[in-house]
């Protein structure tokens, strides 16, 4: 039989080691002079940038009335839309039908322009709906609806997935653009292709590995118009992205909405400007009855003063 625990020889017991002093490993390691050239470079991408749109906005601004008149050709319609969601933050729940939202972010949405700089662009409103409810989340979230690795998509955009409203909408445009169509953009194209750059703008461009260019045909607009990252623009160097100078156009030129793909499954998207709905039979209704305290349900003729 083995020896019992209390019989076996006693024997020291063995202390660990103690555990080495941590290594502190440096990130990243920089001068003032480093920092100084790092905002220098920064300042000349702006630079360049407001250059670049300074010059494309003169151009653009000499052939308004028939950059506008192109627009209206290219228009289609009317488009009867039914099961459009309406997706907001909570807070607006019992205001499911106002454009306030799309202008009190400092960037605005993609067809619209918000609080950029007033100075210098006018904001303007839109409404955004979505085919679906998921299409309408990801809108509102900018963010895959599926989420990443552990987070869902409410937990990236910052927002509790307790508060939020989601609705039902109807309703019809006379006049949209409607991006599934582009061919019919091919007329505005052209006014656009022969637009230039100068030559010293595009060295400048080329120094920090910016390819200055212009639009020349319609494959390349609706590239810039369905840019996923569209929002870097008026984030960084606060110049509208091309898809809100798109719809300043589309606005400017009376019609009441875009349909566009949307940038995570390609589902249908409005953008709809009830601005423009002033003498027009075009409306956004809810879908279902509405719960006490909704005052707004219908957008129209009649109530766009309103906004």
Not at 143 to 153: K, L, M, N, R, S
Not at 274 to 289: E, K, M
Request: hydrophobic share 35%; aromatic share 12%; with cysteine.
């Amino acid at each position: 039989m083995p020896r019992s625990r209390r019989n076996r020889p006693w024997k020291p017991r063995r202390r660990k080691p103690p555990p080495p002093n941590p290594t502190v490993y440096h990130l990243d390691t920089f001068s003032l002079e480093d920092v100084r050239q790092w905002k220098k470079g920064q300042d000349e991408f702006i630079r360049v940038y407001w250059n670049w749109y300074s010059q494309l906005a003169h151009q653009r601004s000499r052939i308004l009335p028939k950059l506008k008149a192109a627009l209206s050709d290219a228009a289609v319609g009317p488009f009867d839309f039914h099961d459009y969601q309406r997706a907001v933050k909570y807070k607006w729940a019992l205001e499911p039908l106002s454009v306030r939202g799309s202008l009190l972010d400092e960037v605005g949405g993609r067809f619209n322009i918000g609080e950029i700089d007033r100075t210098k662009f006018t904001p303007f409103p839109a409404l955004y709906l979505g085919q679906d409810k998921m299409t309408a989340l990801q809108e509102l979230f900018q963010v895959d609806p599926q989420g990443q690795g552990e987070f869902t998509a409410e937990e990236l955009a910052l927002t509790n997935p307790g508060s939020l409203a989601c609705v039902s909408t109807y309703g019809s445009l006379e006049k949209y653009i409607d991006l599934g169509r582009p061919e019919r953009l091919k007329p505005f194209v052209d006014l656009l292709k022969d637009f230039a750059v100068s030559e010293d703008l595009v060295k400048a461009g080329q120094k920090i590995g910016i390819n200055i260019n212009v639009t020349r045909n319609v494959e390349t607009l609706m590239t810039t118009l369905t840019y996923p990252n569209w929002r870097a623009f008026p984030q960084h160097v606060d110049v509208p992205a091309n898809c809100q100078l798109f719809g300043q156009l589309v606005v400017e030129a009376g019609i009441e909405g875009i349909q566009y793909p949307s940038k995570y499954e390609g589902k249908s998207c409005l953008a709809i400007f009830p601005q423009n709905f002033r003498n027009t039979d075009s409306f956004v209704q809810l879908s279902d009855q509405t719960p006490t305290g909704i005052t707004r349900f219908r957008l129209d003729s009649t109530t766009v003063d309103d906004l």
